[in-house]
């Protein structure tokens, strides 16, 4: 069975779009408990069973946006890199990624930083690609932060942990919800589309991440479980974010703009 994405939201006018180029997910398994004192009541770990044992799955997501906007302001955009750092988990059982923090590599961070009370930072982030190259190279120098790696000769088909293809491109490539906690410690949360991934598999020769292991969840030594690459993905980020209300449906795009927010 093949995974075919999910329907695309129609645009709004306040939505935000942008390209991101040399996108790479780099993957960490972890100890569930330990996620789990990280998450705010009613989310959990999206459990997984690896060839050793059970386990969750966190990931550093990074990559250049390119020609970032808002839909009503097509004429101001802005290109920079940026990493998100993310875990898979489900809020009140449903699916989607919880974003510890997110480094931006542009002055407006500010705007989410201070107006919208989101975990973001400002740092110095390069990102470098050369997909022609046999084997394709990916590689990331951000603060503290560096990842080196280099393309598998075989196409990627199992992925511990995962059933399939179809299972890893869903839950590990492909969540369209995103929770966050604000300032003063409230959930907040939003929703995005892109289209299926066709990533390229990827090995490290080398990784670390300081982020993650300040969170206690991997150690330097700790190698990546996998990275999935790809030169080019498209991206709608249904903005503004929202507070999260567990009562209330998760994650539909089509909400109107709640009062005080910002977009993402």
């Not at 009562?247 to 709640?258: D, I, L, Y």
Request: aromatic share 12%; hydrophobic share 35%; glycine share 6%.
């Amino acid at each position: 069975m093949s995974f075919d994405g999910t329907p695309r939201p129609r645009p709004r006018w306040y939505h935000a779009q942008t390209d991101l180029d040399d996108f790479a997910i780099v993957s960490y398994r972890v100890d569930a408990a330990a996620l789990a004192r990280h998450l705010p009541e009613g989310f959990a770990p999206m459990t997984m069973g690896f060839e050793d044992g059970p386990g969750t799955l966190i990931s550093a997501v990074a990559f250049k946006d390119r020609d970032f906007h808002f839909r009503f302001l097509p004429q101001v955009s802005i290109d920079c890199g940026q990493i998100n750092y993310r875990a898979y988990v489900t809020a009140y059982g449903k699916p989607g990624v919880w974003f510890f923090g997110t480094d931006l590599d542009h002055p407006v961070v500010a705007i989410p930083q201070h107006l919208w009370g989101m975990p973001w930072q400002r740092d110095r982030i390069r990102i470098e690609a050369d997909w022609d190259r046999a084997p394709a190279r990916w590689r990331l120098d951000a603060g503290d932060a560096h990842c080196d790696a280099s393309e598998l000769p075989q196409p990627l088909t199992l992925l511990d942990g995962f059933a399939d293809e179809s299972d890893w491109l869903e839950r590990l490539t492909h969540p369209t919800l995103g929770w966050y906690r604000r300032r003063g410690g409230r959930v907040g949360t939003y929703s995005i589309w892109h289209p299926v991934m066709r990533p390229r598999h990827l090995a490290t020769t080398s990784a670390r991440f300081p982020f993650f292991e300040r969170l206690g969840l991997i150690t330097p030594d700790t190698p990546p479980h996998s990275v999935l690459a790809q030169p080019r993905l498209h991206f709608d980020i249904h903005t503004p974010p929202r507070r999260f209300h567990p009562a209330r449906r998760v994650g539909t795009s089509q909400a109107r703009p709640a009062k005080r927010t910002i977009p993402q």
